[in-house]
């Protein structure tokens, strides 16, 4: 005999199931004496309320901030080091908790929301202490990690094979970007002399692409690879 509602198994003696708590079909007929299946004081667990959840975690964000505001304002009578605490607390609120708020959230859409999030904060420290390094170095860097782990996240989603080669060009891209990035480092804050330190992750990196691409273009090693490590 079997649930109507959940389709459980249930034993000839049971009158409701022990699972849903639904009436057994045919009540009236009567059952015989039987050892039931489940024990009778076990019930499902209640499901939390994932809007109620996120709503609580949110006060939990709200409160240190508005602490902080506060503690900033009664103190300093403006807004100082309270401005780096909010931004951290908003800057993880956006990555750690405003997916939760929708059913079914897209790595796509919120990976460069992540990734604008942060340039907001960089921006406001920039503004914040005078440095003059946001448009010359952060944004550019923060923008060229941005569409290369956007482009790695989206061919993951989209497609269902070549991911050995999605990896092998994301890992070469980086290691070129690298040179970007010292290039940019040293126009922005006047390095002495060149220490050329983007070469060592360019040639890991690059090497590791390589390997990968190798591994993905062979496909006698790439087969032997997966039986040996059950990929």
């Not at 299946?37 to 006060?59: C, E, H, K, M």
Request: with cysteine.
């Amino acid at each position: 005999m079997y649930c109507i509602q959940c389709g459980v198994k249930l034993a000839d003696s049971e009158r409701v199931c022990p699972l849903c708590g639904t009436v057994v079909f045919h009540p009236q007929l009567t059952q015989p004496q039987g050892e039931p299946l489940y024990p009778a004081d076990r019930r499902p667990s209640p499901q939390v309320n994932p809007i109620g959840a996120q709503f609580v975690v949110t006060v939990v964000f709200l409160l240190p901030m508005l602490i902080t505001l506060l503690c900033d304002l009664q103190l300093n009578r403006g807004v100082t080091w309270s401005g780096y605490v909010v931004g951290a607390l908003l800057l993880s609120y956006v990555i750690l908790v405003l997916p939760g708020w929708f059913l079914h959230p897209n790595p796509v859409v919120f990976v460069p929301i992540d990734f604008g999030a942060v340039m907001l904060y960089l921006l406001y420290i920039d503004l914040a202490t005078g440095g003059g390094w946001f448009l010359s170095f952060a944004f550019p860097v923060t923008g060229g990690i941005m569409v290369i782990t956007t482009t790695v996240v989206t061919l993951l989603r989209y497609l269902r094979r070549g991911k050995l080669y999605v990896f092998g060009g994301a890992s070469i891209a980086t290691g070129a970007f690298m040179l970007l990035v010292e290039y940019l480092a040293n126009l922005t804050f006047h390095t002495p002399r060149a220490s050329l330190w983007s070469l060592y992750p360019l040639t890991v990196l690059g090497l590791l692409g390589i390997m990968l691409l190798t591994i993905a273009i062979c496909r006698p090693m790439r087969e032997s690879l997966e039986r040996k490590f059950f990929l």
